[in-house]
C-alpha cells in the first residue's frame, strides 16, 4: 500500500520560513516524480513544484520561483520543500505527490498518489 505523509507544516510570520517533508513508502520512490500541490480555500489546487527521479531537474510554478526549493533524498524516500520568504498568499494546505510518467508535471490528474496534506498558515 502506497502512502505518502506530509509533515513541517505550521503557522508563521511572512517573511519566515518552512520546510516541509514527504515520506513515502509502498513504491520504488527512486522512479517516481515527486510534486507538491497546494490548496488554499476556496481555491482549486495549483501546482507548486515538481522533481524528476534522480533530482536533476525541477520545476516551479510561477508564484513561487526563486523563494521555494524542492529536493528529494532517495535513500530516505523523502522530497522537501523548503520555504523561504513566505507570503500570507501561501496560506493553504500543501499537498506531496506521485507521478510515473514524465510529462504534464503541472496537471493534478497526472500524478498517481498523494498525500492527506499538511497547512501552512502565513500571518502578515
Known amino acids: 500500500q502506497v502512502q505518502l505523509v506530509e509533515s513541517g507544516g505550521g503557522l508563521v510570520q511572512a517573511g519566515g520560513s518552512l520546510r516541509l517533508s514527504c515520506a513515502a513508502s509502498?513504491?520504488?520512490?527512486?522512479?517516481?516524480?515527486m510534486g507538491w500541490f497546494r490548496q488554499a480555500p476556496g481555491k482549486e489546487r495549483e501546482f507548486v513544484a515538481t522533481i524528476f527521479w534522480s533530482g536533476d531537474r525541477t520545476y516551479y510554478s510561477d508564484s513561487v520561483k526563486a523563494r521555494f526549493t524542492i529536493s528529494r533524498d532517495n535513500a530516505k524516500n523523502t522530497v522537501y520543500l523548503q520555504m523561504n520568504s513566505l507570503k500570507p498568499e501561501d496560506t493553504a494546505v500543501y499537498y506531496c505527490?506521485?507521478?510515473?510518467?514524465?510529462?504534464?508535471?503541472?496537471?493534478?490528474?497526472?500524478?498517481?498518489?498523494w498525500g492527506r496534506g499538511t497547512q501552512v498558515t502565513v500571518s502578515s
Open positions: 505527490a506521485a507521478r510515473s510518467g514524465s510529462y504534464g508535471y503541472t496537471r493534478a490528474e497526472n500524478y498517481d498518489y
Open positions: 509502498g513504491l520504488t520512490f527512486s522512479t517516481y516524480a
